[in-house]
């Protein structure tokens, strides 16, 4: 096979993608992609030898990070961009080897360089997934690399805000690190927890950054209509991003709006002083072929979940920070403290039409930890007088397959006394469906963003210490979260790493997940996967 790749949710067959990714991946950029991690690992393994030496290892982390970053679903189809972070890495390791004496029998991922194309071309087959052949080594070393991708994700946020930490960093290096070193299943089993608990850290770390700089998301009704100006449709997650590009759009005659993932841009109270931002167009990230071509106007993609450009608005759409496509104008990153420089989006912007209106309306939406802490009493209330039967947590991402309507299909059945909590682009499943109120807190609660669930964890241990409860899972909660990419892996290892137990994922469990692992897993964690609604809907409601 010319590449093996299973790291999502729609990897082929729920087995792999072996000659092009699901996603678009061409196997090219799949092997080179392959190529880099394989470099980033052996770049790991050095930086924690000079970790344990006592030496800061800032840098080399945060380099690790941005190149996990770029090679999770959907965030880099760019196989020139790969190929530098290939080479950066190598150049990286050389300078760790010449700085100190790593010792003997170093790991291939250690002590290989490359100065052509060529040559990384020839480590394709060691740089496999595949070159593990263990299936349950594999699988652990993959379960850990895909958590860390995600985690990678989080901690390029919240870096790129000012807020780092570097026993984040160290833990990071160690894990990835283990995934070459001689590990048995029950070592790397105890590392797969670990990286859990980094999960956790990482995403209270992001939580601390978003708010500590934007203000607390609060309850907002956001508008899904359209104005007659010509705007800019921003995607992905980047809140800085947004930041920018409102600030350098203002007194313009330019609008901004929203796009999947981005749409809690419009919960924080720092970028509701900006007039020319109207509120949010479309829907999931998968929509984006018939929804990028009748916004008109230019697109901007801040992070993952870029999906192949169509030609009806390639002469329109920008990538930023991680995200790449071949061909697509790249917005440079900041220098010397500056903001990135959007003007040549802006500049064609007032030369498009205005979006056509593809919908009308509104969604609320804002319930991050703190905003659901201030409605505390009125929430306990509830549940006590039997109002609030359960709490669903129906978080992750969406997806293009039709077993994805599961979903939709199970937030329509229950019961009008269970309240869905949700972060993340799976509540574009029903986040538009008209599901009512208890008492005045509607029944979905969205916190925000994949990047925004640590909220969801953070409401349910303030639950727990409010019903002074002695075991998290004694909570009235439940789960049936979709999956799709690297973030969502790392979500899940987070919510095991606290404690939940009985977790439902979907539509299918990972293909990288042995039987033995996954065994292991079930054992431990009592981890579900989905069903069908009806009987998944008796287990949540009794």
């Given at each position: 096979?010319?590449?093996?790749?299973?790291?999502c949710?729609e990897?082929?067959?729920?087995?792999?993608?072996?000659?092009?990714?699901v996603?678009?991946?061409?196997?090219?950029?799949?092997?080179?992609?392959?190529?880099?991690?394989y470099?980033?690992k052996?770049?790991?393994?050095?930086?924690?030898?000079?970790?344990a030496?006592?030496?800061?290892i800032?840098?080399?982390a945060?380099?690790?990070?941005?190149g996990?970053?770029?090679?999770?679903?959907?965030a880099?189809?760019?196989?020139?961009?790969?190929?530098?972070l290939t080479?950066?890495?190598?150049?990286?390791?050389?300078?760790?080897?010449e700085a100190?004496?790593?010792?003997?029998?170093?790991?291939?991922?250690v002590?290989?360089?490359?100065?052509?194309?060529?040559?990384l071309?020839?480590l394709?087959?060691e740089a496999?997934?595949?070159a593990?052949r263990?299936?349950?080594?594999?699988?652990?070393?993959?379960?850990?690399?895909?958590?860390?991708?995600?985690?990678?994700?989080?901690?390029d946020?919240?870096?790129t805000?000012?807020?780092?930490?570097?026993?984040?960093?160290?833990e990071i290096v160690?894990?990835?690190?283990?995934?070459i070193?001689?590990r048995s299943?029950?070592?790397?089993?105890?590392?797969?927890?670990?990286?859990?608990n980094?999960?956790v850290k990482?995403?209270a770390?992001?939580?601390?950054?978003?708010?500590g700089?934007?203000?607390?998301?609060e309850?907002?009704?956001?508008?899904?209509?359209?104005?007659?100006?010509?705007?800019?449709?921003i995607?992905g997650h980047?809140?800085k991003?947004?930041a920018?590009?409102?600030?350098?759009t203002?007194?313009?005659?330019?609008?901004?709006?929203?796009?999947?993932?981005?749409?809690?841009a419009?919960?924080?109270?720092?970028?509701?002083?900006?007039?020319?931002?109207?509120?949010?167009?479309?829907?999931?990230?998968y929509?984006?072929?018939?929804?990028?071509?009748?916004?008109?106007g230019?697109?901007l993609m801040t992070t993952n979940?870029?999906?192949?450009?169509?030609?009806?608005y390639?002469?329109?759409?920008?990538?930023?920070?991680?995200?790449?496509?071949?061909?697509?104008?790249?917005?440079a990153?900041?220098?010397?403290?500056?903001?990135?420089?959007f003007?040549?989006?802006?500049e064609?912007a007032?030369?498009?039409?205005?979006?056509?209106?593809?919908?009308?309306?509104e969604?609320v939406?804002g319930f991050a930890?703190?905003?659901?802490?201030a409605?505390a009493?009125?929430?306990?209330?509830?549940v006590?007088?039997g109002?609030?039967?359960?709490?669903?947590?129906?978080g992750?991402?969406d997806g293009?397959?039709?077993s994805?309507?599961?979903?939709?299909?199970?937030a329509?059945?229950?019961p009008?006394?269970?309240?869905?909590?949700?972060?993340?682009?799976?509540?574009?499943?029903?986040n538009?469906?008209?599901?009512g109120?208890i008492?005045?807190?509607?029944r979905?609660?969205?916190?925000?963003?994949?990047?925004?669930?640590y909220?969801?964890?953070a409401i349910?241990?303030k639950l727990?210490?409010?019903?002074?409860?002695d075991?998290?899972?004694d909570?009235?909660?439940?789960?049936?979260?979709?999956?799709?990419?690297?973030?969502a892996?790392?979500?899940?290892l987070?919510?095991l790493?606290?404690?939940?137990?009985?977790?439902r994922?979907?539509?299918t469990?990972?293909a990288f997940?042995?039987?033995t692992?996954?065994?292991?897993?079930?054992?431990?964690?009592d981890?579900?996967?989905?069903?069908?609604?009806?009987?998944?809907?008796?287990?949540?409601?009794?």
């Open positions: 096979m010319s590449m093996f790749c299973f790291q949710q990897a082929a067959k729920n087995t792999g993608c072996t000659t092009r990714g996603c678009g991946r061409e196997e090219v950029t799949a092997n080179h992609m392959d190529v880099l991690v470099n980033l052996g770049l790991a393994w050095l930086a924690g030898r000079k970790a030496a006592g030496q800061t800032v840098s080399d945060a380099f690790i990070t941005r996990l970053f770029a090679t999770i679903t959907n880099n189809f760019d196989t020139d961009r790969i190929i530098a080479f950066e890495a190598i150049e990286r390791k050389r300078a760790l080897l100190g004496d790593p010792g003997e029998n170093l790991p291939p991922e002590s290989f360089e490359a100065g052509t194309v060529p040559e071309e020839a394709f087959p496999s997934v595949l593990t263990d299936d349950d080594i594999r699988s652990l070393r993959e379960f850990i690399v895909y958590g860390l991708k995600g985690i990678a994700a989080y901690a946020h919240a870096s805000l000012g807020y780092e930490d570097e026993e984040i960093s160290r160690t894990e990835l690190a283990a995934t070193e001689d299943i029950e070592e790397l089993t105890q590392v797969l927890i670990d990286t859990g980094t999960a990482t995403m770390l992001l939580d601390s950054a978003n708010t700089t934007y203000g607390h998301p309850i907002t009704h956001v508008n899904l209509g359209t104005r007659d100006r010509p705007g800019i449709l995607s980047d809140l991003d947004m920018e590009l409102l600030e350098q203002r007194d313009t005659g330019v609008d901004v709006y929203t796009h999947s993932e981005m749409l809690p419009n919960y924080y109270p720092a970028f509701k002083k900006y007039d020319h931002f109207v509120g949010n167009y479309g829907g999931s990230w929509e984006q072929g018939t929804e990028f071509a009748s916004f008109n230019p697109i979940c870029i999906t192949p450009v169509r030609p009806a390639r002469d329109r759409i920008f990538t930023t920070g991680m995200a790449g496509y071949p061909g697509v104008p790249h917005i990153d900041r220098e010397d403290g500056r903001p990135k420089d003007s040549r989006v802006i064609l007032k030369r498009c039409d205005p979006p056509e209106q593809i919908e009308e309306g969604i939406g930890h703190h905003q659901v802490e409605l009493d009125q929430v306990v209330d509830a006590k007088s109002a609030i039967r359960k709490f669903v947590v129906m992750g991402c293009r397959m039709k994805r309507e599961y979903f939709a299909d199970l329509k059945e229950l009008r006394d269970t309240v869905i909590m949700t972060a993340g682009c799976a509540k574009y499943r029903y538009k469906l008209d599901l109120d008492g005045g807190i509607p979905v609660l969205d916190a925000g963003q994949c990047n925004d669930s909220s969801i964890a349910a241990l727990k210490e409010l019903f002074e409860l075991d998290i899972n909570l009235p909660v439940d789960f049936a979260i979709a999956w799709y990419e690297q973030k892996v790392c979500v899940l987070a919510l790493a606290l404690g939940f137990k009985g977790v994922i979907g539509p469990l990972p997940v042995s039987d692992v996954k065994a292991t897993i079930v054992e431990a964690f981890l579900k996967a989905t069903s069908d609604v009806k009987s998944d809907l008796a287990a949540i409601v009794g």
